[in-house]
């Protein structure tokens, strides 16, 4: 896998991970600024230990993070 797969690995799930706690964050009643600082922060905490992670399996064992062809 190259290194824009896992690039846009992390982009993916920073931005979930963002708009996840900061909606969260503002149900809470929080001000905007403070969600938003807090939200990117443990965005990009919670976006390196996915794809970190995700990386070290890619390594271990590369054969079972490549999808399986189909046989007749």
């Known amino acids: 896998m190259s290194a824009a797969t ?6 993916i799930a920073f931005l979930f ?5 900061l909606g969260a964050r503002l149900l809470k009643g929080e001000p905007l600024a403070a969600s938003a600082w ?3 922060l443990w965005g ?5 230990l996915y794809t970190l ?3 070290a399996r890619y390594r271990r064992n590369h ?8 046989q007749p």
Do not use: Q
Not at 6 to 11: C, D, E, G, S
Not at 17 to 21: D, E, F, K, R, Y
Not at 44 to 48: E, H, N
Not at 63 to 70: D, G, N
């Open 6 to 11: 896992w690039l846009r690995r992390f982009v």
């Open 17 to 21: 991970a963002t708009g996840l706690l």
């Open 38 to 40: 807090s939200a990117v």
């Open 44 to 48: 990009t905490v919670s976006a390196g």
């Open 53 to 55: 992670i995700g990386y």
């Open 63 to 70: 054969a079972c993070m490549l999808p399986r062809s189909r």
